[in-house]
């Protein structure tokens, strides 16, 4: 699979699989395109999957700046290098913030969005009080700053919900996947953790006149449920609620996701 490079000169990697209409899947912080294994092997029979490295993540150059301008610039010049149009963009995690910052200057080439486990605001303030506290987010950046291996795998155990890895041979495919994902240097960790504290996208959400997939497990503890219902409150969206579940549901849930995804945007063609 190919590099490409910016228009600030750095390679930026990305992963593509199948063909059909477009499916870009944008991963989160500290993660890389391989989270996407499950979704690349069972939806490629019926998109075109595009998955990114963002910049510093992956296979992606650790260079430059890890805000959401910056990665979302980057997203915007993967569409046009490759041409996509037509697009059903997901975002999780971070990603979704990336999704939701990218979305104004490729509105013309997208269809609909999906927003997986998301929030547009990480930290907690006044206005936005469904992220979470300024001391766990402290408490992270001084994990990352102390090991950042180990603050990881902290970080990666705590995507999960009691029970959703029961499942041996589950566990054990998710446990090769995550294990795939390159670490990222700690100051790409940092700056771009700094950016998820600083960082308020609520004011975007009215503008995004798109069909929206909001989805999110109700025992979320990294982006909280309420940061969910908040962004399907404020967009034209499909809300998918799935009980007992945690962060990473397209790993713990990949046959319910998958099948959601493709619900989600024979839908929207059906409307079209």
């Not at 291996?149 to 990666?156: K, M, N």
């Not at 009980?243 to 397209?250: I, P, R, T």
Request: aromatic fraction near 8%; charged fraction near 20%; include cysteine.
């Amino acid at each position: 699979m190919p590099w490409f490079l910016n228009e600030e000169g750095r390679r930026l990697w990305y992963e593509e699989q199948g063909q059909g209409p477009v499916l870009v899947l944008q991963h989160g912080w500290c993660m890389s395109s391989a989270v996407w294994r499950f979704q690349a092997d069972a939806l490629s029979g019926r998109f075109r999957v595009v998955m990114p490295d963002l910049a510093g993540h992956g296979s992606s150059d650790q260079s430059g700046k890890y805000d959401f301008a910056h990665f979302a610039s980057d997203l915007k010049q993967l569409f046009v290098h490759l041409d996509l149009r037509d697009v059903l963009l997901a975002g999780w995690s971070m990603g979704a913030q990336v999704a939701l910052q990218a979305c104004g200057e490729l509105h013309d080439r997208l269809t609909a969005v999906a927003l997986i486990s998301g929030t547009p605001c990480f930290a907690a303030n006044a206005s936005f009080p469904h992220g979470l506290d300024v001391t766990e987010i402290n408490g992270m950046e001084l994990k990352v700053r102390r090991n950042i291996g180990r603050a990881l795998a902290g970080f990666t155990a705590g995507m999960f919900a009691p029970g959703e890895l029961d499942d041996p041979n589950l566990a054990r495919e998710v446990g090769d996947i995550l294990g795939a994902v390159p670490i990222p240097h700690s100051s790409v960790a940092l700056q771009s953790l700094r950016t998820l504290a600083e960082s308020d996208l609520s004011h975007l959400l009215p503008r995004l006149n798109l069909p929206v997939l909001v989805i999110n497990g109700d025992q979320d503890r990294i982006c909280l449920p309420e940061a969910s219902a908040y962004m399907a409150a404020h967009t034209k969206s499909t809300h998918w609620i799935v009980a007992g579940g945690g962060h990473a549901l397209f790993l713990a849930r990949p046959e319910e996701f998958n099948n959601c995804l493709i619900e989600f945007w024979e839908s929207v063609r059906d409307c079209s």
